[in-house]
């Protein structure tokens, strides 16, 4: 590419008018709250770089060395080849070219890319793996909404009923 990685600094006026509505527009065109990737939190961890602990409020994990973590929750993670993330970690969407070893959770859609490789207990609503990828230990498949879930807490009230006249009874 021809282009310098640093902009010529323009005239003062030219760049005030037009970086003043990008951002409002860019606000304004999201429906719904849900922002494009470009608008997210995004932590990158890059090439040999390690993190340990924990991180709070990235909507976006990008990890290109290594992550180790307990509990995290982002809405997308992508781990790139030769990356790789230990521990747990609940998202909306992953995309994985590296390695997870740990517990992971996607609410949305999981790809594993031919270089990825999955280790551990994996629940996800959607799944795509590419020839070569690998995914060793357990998978769940997450269906149905939330709805079903209250319905299935009503069950056991009728239960306890049930077992406190069989209690009298015995």
Do not use: Y
Request: glycine share 12%.
């Amino acid at each position: 590419m021809g282009r310098s990685p640093f902009p010529t600094p323009p005239s003062p006026a030219a760049p005030a008018a037009p970086a003043a509505p990008a951002r409002p527009a860019a606000a304004a065109a999201a429906p719904g709250g849900r922002r494009d990737s470009s608008d997210r939190r995004t932590l990158v961890v890059g090439r040999g770089i390690s993190v340990q602990g924990s991180i709070q409020d990235a909507e976006r994990l990008v990890v290109e060395g290594t992550v180790e973590a307990s509990l995290l929750q982002a809405a997308e993670l992508s781990v790139a080849p030769g990356g790789v993330f230990r521990g747990e970690i609940e998202v909306e969407d992953a995309d994985l070219a590296g390695t997870i070893d740990g517990t992971l959770t996607v609410r949305g859609n999981l790809t594993v890319r031919a270089t990825g490789k999955l280790i551990g207990k994996t629940r996800c609503r959607r799944l795509q793996v590419e020839d070569g990828g690998q995914i060793t230990g357990h998978l769940e498949m997450i269906t149905g909404d939330m709805p079903p879930r209250p319905a299935a807490l009503e069950t056991p009230a009728p239960a306890i009923e049930k077992s406190e006249e069989a209690d009298p009874s015995a």
